[in-house]
Each structure stands twice: as C-alpha cells, then as structure tokens.
Nanobody
Framework: QVQLVESGGGLVQPGGSLRLSCAVS????????MDWYRQAPGKQRELVAL???????NYADSVNGRFTISRDNAKNTVYLQMNSLKPEDTAVYYC?????????WGQGTQVTVSS
C-alpha cells in the first residue's frame, strides 16, 4: 500500500519559516519525481516545487528564492523548506510522487501565515 504522509504545517507569522516533510512508503522512492503542490481556498491546486529522481529542481515564480525542495532517498522523504513566508502562501500543501502516468498523493498539511 502506497502512503504519502505530510507533516510540519502550522500557523506562522509573516516573515517566518516552516519545513514540511513528506514520508513515503510502498514505492521505490528513489526513482520517483516528487512535487509539492498547494491549494488555497477558492483557488486551483498549483505546483510549488519539484525535484526529479536525479535531484534537479524547479520552482514556481511566486516561491523562487524563498522555498527549497530537497529529498533524502535513504529516509524516503521529501522536504520543503519555506522561508520569508507571506500571507499569500496560506494553503493546504500536498506532496505528490509521480513516474510516467502514475501519481500518488498525500492527504495535505495546512500552512497558515498570519499575524
């Protein structure tokens, strides 16, 4: 059974930092590309960051320079370090594992940026 379990969300003040984690089981983690998506209320889910199986990364313009995606294949975990958080970063954050046409999703973790 494939499981993706996100953690690390919460309430943070503007300018603060959070690190999200996504622990993956049930797949050969190292050969999958991993994404972080987010969905704010009333908005479509959007891609935030991705990291390929080879370690290449890409970011949405809105988070480039503030967020960093990384992976630890020994721990089957992908991370999203979020710095200089803004109120507009408030959303449910989801991790996604994909390879070809195969996708697996986590249940999401809430991030709220507010003073």
């Amino acid at each position: 059974q494939v499981q993706l379990v996100e953690s690390g969300g919460g309430l943070v003040q503007p300018g603060g930092s959070l690190r999200l984690s996504c622990a993956v089981s049930g797949i050969f983690f190292s050969i999958y590309s991993m994404d972080w998506y987010r969905q704010a209320p009333g908005k479509q889910r959007e891609l935030v960051a991705l990291i390929t199986s080879g370690g290449s990364t890409n970011y949405a313009d809105s988070v480039n320079g503030r967020f960093t995606i990384s992976r630890d294949n020994a721990k089957n975990t992908v991370y999203l370090q979020m710095n200089s958080l803004k109120p507009e970063d408030t959303a449910v954050y989801y991790c996604n594992a994909y390879r070809g046409s195969t996708n697996y999703w986590g249940q999401g973790t809430q991030v709220t940026v507010s003073s």
